[in-house]
């Protein structure tokens, strides 16, 4: 038996839904993982410290971790109509963002760079400050009036009308008319240190377990539920439909696209360092 990894990914139902099957000992043969729950925020940082073996980090964050991490094929989160949200408290028109407030969930995360990207033609006056805040804490920011907008992932596509809160601009939407692509939020790397044949068994893992949560969805209800911070159960099901989809098994010919063209773009503007496409390939 392989030693144990160490594993970092969000509480969120999708990571939950994903990794359940192996962080229950339910895959076959595979390392057992010594899990740690923690927002993307923090296992961005985590990544870039190096300090674990397996992380689910923002695609936003790999130019900085390339070296070290290798961008597994399977296990994050890519799709279509999936895309970060921009929140108001009222009705605003893009080009009244400029010199507000902003919150984000993280200046390293996938959203921050989509919206930087919209951002750059929609805001050309630019914006006032960004803050960065847990992304649970942004909509409660927006309605309370203790910043201008927010940009949401997750569930919040689902609930920020709960808030009474203004849909602005959806980056994914901007994201698909731009390029055709899927949109890239979420990566699952692992240490190139780990070598070739075990990141391999790895990733097999991580396919296994995606395919037991799909053959068995009710067996990880529980486990998902449990960490998806009082998240409604209907809510938790609408965001696993929405994230845990055909590029979570494997990212194919269109999620490495659509990885390539985000990194290629946003060094373009001079938000993340160059990438060599070659660093991105699995195997």
């Known amino acids: ?12 139902p999708n990571d939950t839904f994903v990794f359940h099957a192996w962080a229950h000992g339910l895959v076959p043969g595979a390392a057992a ?24 980090i923002s695609y936003g964050q790999l130019p900085w971790v390339l070296d070290e991490y290798a961008l597994l094929p399977c296990g994050g989160a890519l799709g279509r109509g999936c895309g970060p949200l921009v929140l108001t408290a009222g009705p605003l028109a893009a080009a009244e963002l400029a010199g507000r407030r902003v919150a984000v969930p993280s200046e ?16 050309p006056g630019g914006f006032g400050e960004i803050v960065v805040l847990p992304f649970h804490e942004i909509m409660p920011a927006v309605r309370d009036g203790r910043v201008d907008a927010g940009l949401v992932i997750h569930e919040a596509r689902f609930t920020y009308q709960r808030y009474g809160l203004h849909r602005l601009a959806d980056m994914g939407e901007a994201w698909e008319s731009a390029t055709g692509l899927p949109i890239p939020l ?3 790397v692992a240490r190139r240190s780990l070598g070739a044949e075990r990141l391999r068994e790895l990733a097999d893992t991580v396919r296994a377990s995606v395919r037991a949560a799909w053959a068995d969805p009710a067996a990880s209800r529980e486990y998902v539920l449990a960490h998806a911070q009082e998240m409604d159960p209907d809510v938790a099901d609408q965001h696993i439909g929405l994230y845990v989809n055909e590029f979570t098994a494997d990212l194919g010919a269109d999620g490495y ?15 993340v360092p160059a990438v060599d496409p070659g660093a991105l390939a699995f195997g």
């Open 186 to 188: 979420g990566a699952i």
């Open 33 to 56: 993982p010594e899990v740690r729950f923690a927002d993307i925020d923090v296992t961005n940082g985590l990544a870039e410290r190096g300090e674990l073996d397996v992380l689910k």
């Open 108 to 123: 390293r995360s996938t959203a921050y760079l989509l919206f930087r990207l919209w951002a750059a033609e929609a805001v």
């Open 1 to 12: 038996m392989a030693e144990p990894l160490s594993v970092a990914y969000s509480p969120c």
């Open 257 to 271: 696209a659509a990885v390539r063209g985000l990194l290629t773009r946003a060094a373009e503007q001079g938000l």
